[in-house]
């Protein structure tokens, strides 16, 4: 995760090109329940940076010529679920065991994540805090319906100019406390 770019412009084919990594993501019942926002003007991406105010701590991420805002639309997936072949008659949320509106649009997010590494480039995947989402919906015209989950921010990487992130301060937990194999707890 990125968090020091340069102004430098990305290519429109770079752009485009992470873009639609976003539309191969996988979903469930091939429902498709997104939308992204791309930012890829410098007005735009200052409106986009004036609502997210926490993000001050990290004052050249806001030099990264794109930012994409992954929104979630729960009501696609509910419809989509209510169709004949899919065996429910009723748009239920108690169906589903996760929000898998959110975990397919997270997914997206993720592979524009990857696709930017790959076009060696730098990224970053943020949050938009609670209280901040209704002035983001006002300030660019976001249906109700459309939750944003996070924002993919990409550009060219700078030299470290802020504080250093996560990664750097923490280390990777060990694998065998997390990886469990054949039953809870299995190192084998």
Known sequence: MVRDYTDQELSAEAVEKILASALRAPSAG???GWGFLALTQA????????LVAFMDQFPSMQQAPLVVVALSNKSVYLD???????????????HWPVPYWD????????????TAVDEGLGACFIGIQPEQ????????????EYNPIGAVIVGYRAE?????????TRRHRDPGDVVHRG???GKG
């Open 80 to 94: 989509r679920y209510a169709e004949a072949d899919k065996g429910w008659t009723d748009r239920s949320e108690a």
């Open 183 to 185: 039953h809870w707890g």
């Open 160 to 168: 470290r100019a802020g504080p250093p992130g996560s990664g750097v």
């Open 133 to 144: 989402i209704p002035a983001f919906r006002a300030e660019f015209g976001v249906p109700d």
């Open 43 to 50: 007005p735009d991406r200052a409106r986009f940076w004036r």
């Open 103 to 114: 975990i397919d649009t997270g997914m997206a997010a993720l592979l524009m994540l990857l």
């Open 30 to 32: 091939f429902s498709q």
